[in-house]
């Protein structure tokens, strides 16, 4: 297994802590609001990261953190917290007890977001929240060895303290245009960073004073906990690395003396119209719009797929609806190899070829290159179909699952049909939503591709 490991700039050859295991952290969402399609990109990377080490045989540990409290806007520990925007916009009191419960809302929905994704749960999925007591241990072992200092405002790390701090990705601390840190006038650098930022009203007790945690150190306090002071893998999206991803390895290692982290892995943007897809340029874009509009969670996955995960890739509802269509003519061809009844043996030969691509930094255009020409191939179709299950162990699409389904409608619910047509042909949207509505009402859900009306059943 080789991996591109950020720190180092290089491909290199895996070599776990522990024979056969392999540990690994993914940066979880701030669940303020619901996820959108490329931040489900980067927690998508983790799921193939852990599917393609236990398809090759290893043992894993997987974690990843949903960050519920202190997540502030500005990387220079400024502005609101995301929480509180949260609080905000749905018009309710700034209380940690109401932080919590739209946490709650937006948590069980990026839950609900990883099932339709087929992403498989990581072995913990810790709140923020529920670990303050580890990240006051690491903050009073940062006072002890001299990395932290306090503010009117809070605690920070102390930047100049720690010679390489930066390391990854080489930030250049002296070109303010290479980092997105503020200045602060009570800071003794302008790139150090809150590990606890005081608030009289909310959040939780600690020997500096009332408040809350700043957003790095939670990530440190959580993976170490679950991992140890040293593990194998660390994941996110490639905005985290400047900063996020600097600063816990800078508080981390500097709190334990050890390596905090062997392989660092980002994933790049998901774009919309060239710019990265974010809350301002797409960020409305969740698996509900994708739902509504006829496609299904795993066209999406599919469409992940074939792009390496270091590459930007584009979103357009062009680029999906031939994601669909791809996937749909692959749900074809098994239900197909299905009707030979019976399941043969995985083909080594592909297998080899499947085992080399994931192999290679998790090359999965290659790996689905790989499956199709083994289902063009001459193997019999129930070996086929013993491979194509094999390799759905990584790819994830649902292959043995899968069921062509034909839906019957009544006459009545076909009438509807044809009027909904007629009335978007001419315009008419508000008889188009309440014939929709009607729909609805005998138990289908209707909704549109490429101008043709697709039925399904709710």
């Known amino acids: 297994m080789k991996i591109y490991n950020a720190i180092t700039k290089t491909k290199e050859e895996f070599k776990p802590i522990v024979d056969g295991q392999v540990s690994m952290y993914h940066c979880g969402p701030t669940v303020y609001d619901y996820i959108h399609i490329g931040n489900l990109r980067s927690f998508m990377l983790g799921d193939i990261i852990r599917r393609s080490f236990e398809y090759l045989g290893f043992e894993t540990k997987q974690v990843m953190n949903i960050t519920d409290v202190g997540h502030l806007v500005s990387d220079g520990d400024d502005g609101d917290d995301k929480m509180t925007k949260a609080l905000k916009r749905h018009e309710m009191d700034i209380t940690l007890e109401n932080m919590l419960k739209v946490a709650d809302i937006y948590s069980e929905s990026f839950k609900t977001d990883l099932k339709n994704l087929n992403i498989l749960t990581p072995h913990h ?32 790390f102390d930047t100049k303290k720690m010679p390489d701090y930066g390391k990854l990705g080489g930030l250049n601390l002296d070109a303010e245009s ?58 996110g999206g490639y905005d985290n690395k400047s900063v996020h991803h600097n600063n816990e390895i800078a508080q981390s290692e500097c709190s334990t003396g050890k390596t905090f982290v062997n392989y660092w892995l980002h994933g790049e943007f998901l774009n919309l119209d060239g710019e990265k897809l974010s809350k301002s340029t797409g960020g409305n874009i969740t698996l509900m719009t994708l739902f509504n509009k006829g496609f299904s969670p795993l066209d999406l996955r599919y469409l992940y797929l074939q792009s390496i995960y ?24 098994i239900e197909a190899l299905k009707t030979q009844h019976g399941i043969g043996k995985i083909n080594p030969d592909f297998q080899k070829k499947f085992s080399d691509a994931i192999s290679d930094d998790f090359n999965l255009p290659i790996a689905l290159s790989i499956f199709h020409n083994m289902m063009k191939s001459d193997i019999s179709a129930i070996d086929k179909l013993a491979t194509a299950y094999n390799f759905d162990t990584v790819l994830g699409l649902d292959l043995e699952k899968h069921t062509s389904i ?27 939503d309440q014939i929709r509505d009607k729909i609805m009402e005998k138990g289908f859900k209707v909704s549109d591709i490429n101008g043709e009306q697709k039925i399904e059943t709710l």
């Open 178 to 235: 290479e980092s997105r840190i503020e200045t602060n006038s009570e800071k003794r650098f302008h790139a150090d960073f809150a590990l606890w930022k005081f608030d009289e009203k909310n959040g939780w007790d600690s020997p500096w004073g009332h408040g809350f945690p700043g957003w790095h150190i939670e990530c440190s306090g959580m993976s170490m906990k679950y991992l140890g002071e040293t593990f194998d893998i660390h994941t």
């Open 406 to 432: 034909e839906i019957e409608i009544s006459d009545e619910v076909q009438t509807l049909l044809n009027d909904r047509k007629i009335a978007r042909e001419n315009k008419d949207w508000e008889s188009s």
């Open 310 to 333: 270091r590459s930007q890739t584009d979103f357009t509802w062009e680029i999906i609806e031939s994601s669909k269509k791809a996937l749909d003519k692959i749900y074809r061809h």
């Open 125 to 156: 999925l810790p709140k923020a929240s529920d670990h303050i007591p580890e990240n006051i241990v690491i903050i009073e072992k940062l006072f002890e060895k001299g990395f932290a200092y306090t503010t009117s405002d809070g605690v920070y």
